[in-house]
């Protein structure tokens, strides 16, 4: 029900989130009619949609009922396909790790850190199809 609520294109296009703990989580997105492109393969926005997702799933696991509360931000999208999408993608990012140490940083620091993350797809066959460094940035909320 969230993705139908607060993001609905990822919805539509049936980005999905496979697994998630503190340190990994895994997003799919498939090769159908509402996630093509005319070249018949998965449409970019889509693929970054999935691999954007597996990197905030992690930080918002780590932002979630914080004290004080941490914003947290898109900064930068970096992106390198390898090989048509034409099946089911999977994006995996295993970094939950440094995005938790870099929350912990933006906290103990108050200032503002940023983050650049890794995302890795696979098609169905395990072949890389795209790799995605999203960059975030976390700031820790004034209190008062």
């Known amino acids: 029900m969230f993705l139908f609520k607060k993001?609905?294109?990822?919805?539509?296009?049936?980005v999905r989130v496979k697994e998630a703990d503190e340190n990994k989580c895994v997003v799919?997105?498939?090769?159908?009619w509402f996630s093509?492109?005319?070249f018949h393969s998965t449409y970019f926005a889509c693929l970054a949609m999935a691999a954007e997702m597996s990197t905030g799933v992690l930080a918002m696991?780590?932002?979630?009922?914080r004290s004080p509360k941490v914003s947290?931000?898109?900064i930068k999208l970096e992106a390198e396909y390898f090989k048509k999408a034409t099946g089911v993608t999977t994006f995996t990012c295993n970094e939950g790790q440094l995005?938790?140490?870099?929350?912990q940083n933006a906290v103990t620091?108050?200032?503002?850190?940023?983050t650049r993350i890794r995302s890795i797809g696979v098609n169905e066959n395990g072949e890389p199809v795209a790799e995605f460094f999203i960059t975030w940035s976390f700031k820790a909320k004034k209190v008062g």
């Open 7 to 14: 993001l609905p294109s990822a919805f539509f296009a049936g």
């Open 28 to 32: 799919t997105v498939p090769y159908k």
């Open 36 to 38: 093509t492109n005319p």
């Open 61 to 65: 696991m780590h932002v979630y009922k």
């Open 72 to 74: 947290m931000l898109v």
């Open 99 to 103: 995005i938790f140490n870099n929350i």
């Open 109 to 114: 620091t108050g200032e503002s850190q940023t």
